[in-house]
C-alpha cells in the first residue's frame, strides 16, 4: 500500500477515535441522564398519584440524608409538596400542580431523550461512513473491517 493511502487511512482511523467516538459516548452518557431524570419524575407522578388515590394527608417515612444516611421524618400535611425544578430551586405545589408540572417536565425530557437518539444514531451513520472509507482505500471486502 502506498504511503499516501496508509496516511489517509490513518487520519480517518484517528478522527474515529479522537472526534466520533467520544461524541458518541458523551451522548450516550447525557442520553442516560435524561432517562434518569425520567425515572425520577415518573416514580414522583406514581407516588402523588397513589396519595391522591389512597386519600392520604399525613405519613411518616425515612429520608435519605446523603451517604446513605436516613433519619425517620413525620409530614403531617401532604396536600403540599415541594419538587425541585433545577438549579437548586424547590417549588411548593400542590398535588394537581404538581402533576401538570411533571406532565410537562417530562414531555420536555422526552423531546430531549428524542434528540440525543437521534445524535447517536448520526454519529454511528459518520462512524459507519468513515470505515466504508476506510476499507474503500484498503480495497477490502464487506466483513473484514
Sequence with gaps: MDSIRQEKVQRFEEFVDR???PDLVRAISER????EQQKVFSDLRKNIENLEKNSVTSLRT????????????????TRRIFVDVGLGFHVEFTWSEALNYITAREEKLARQIEEYTRLIASIKAQIKMVCEGIRELLQ???GFY
Design 62 to 77: 425515612l429520608v435519605n440524608l446523603g451517604s446513605e444516611v436516613y433519619m425517620q421524618a413525620d409530614v403531617p400535611d
Design 32 to 35: 442516560d441522564k435524561v432517562f
Design 140 to 142: 477490502i471486502s464487506d
Design 19 to 21: 472526534r466520533l467516538k
